[in-house]
């Protein structure tokens, strides 16, 4: 009876505030350091395999950001965090002091060069201006570590 009685109480206590933390991989306690340590962090959203032009197009713009801007950003794969929730071709930029990025199946590199220049606070220069990408308030990130 003490039992079932305790339990119920944890239950409606936990309905109650309807906060239910889920543990972190070590991947993710990773990628939450680099992010409360204001790094700025990139998640890769799964990426099928194709044959086609646009997925080269795609794939070589976004390995070419990454290869050249690697000591600046921390890059993690959807795939290998168990909390992410990301469309296939997706890009996710965070950074803890600035605004958040989502680039889903973008091929041109001034997308990636924006934020790249916004994070490091650089001037943006007018035609890379143009190809500000959508910037979201539901930072998937902040989830992962329970912000």
Known sequence: MKKSLLGCLAFCIMG???VVIAEQTSLEKQLCDDYNNDQAVVIIG???LEESQWYADWSSTLNSFVASNNEFFNVYKANQLTHTELKNYSVLFSK???QSYLLEEVV???SYEYVQLEYTQADIPKHISAFKPNQINNDLVKK???L
Do not use: A, F, R
């Open 16 to 18: 109650c505030t309807g």
């Open 46 to 48: 799964n990426v099928p």
């Open 96 to 98: 803890k002091s600035k």
């Open 108 to 110: 041109e590199p001034q």
């Open 144 to 146: 992962i570590c329970n």
